[in-house]
């Protein structure tokens, strides 16, 4: 069983009681999230490239080690790195 801190529990009982109240704005917080999250994973666009067999079977490994498929797998590398979410570590500031 997971251990809960003080104000976990506090959260658990309220729900568990019906006293938690969903917030004014969370309607429109939702659709707001809902609308990003569209635009992030619509694909309306197609791109060939070439690969070294190695490196296709290195993309390919990590695809199957995060149970997507790999064209999903490059697609969110390449979103993250867009993004500014994945950098080099190797690099040195």
């Keep these: 069983m997971i251990k ?3 104000e976990e529990k506090e959260i658990l009982e309220a729900f568990e009681s019906g006293n938690l109240k969903r917030a004014k704005s969370a ?3 939702m659709k707001a999230h809902q609308a ?3 635009a992030t994973f619509r694909k309306d666009a197609r791109i060939s490239i070439r ?3 190695k490196d296709l079977r290195a993309l390919q490994a990590r695809a199957l080690q995060e149970g997507i498929p790999c064209q ?3 697609s969110s590398v390449l979103h993250r790195f867009v993004d500014g ?3 080099d570590k190797s690099v040195k500031k």
């Design 4 to 6: 809960l801190d003080s």
């Design 27 to 29: 309607v429109e917080e």
């Design 36 to 38: 990003i999250a569209e």
């Design 51 to 53: 690969l070294s067999s």
């Design 72 to 74: 999903t797998f490059v």
């Design 85 to 87: 979410r994945l950098v």
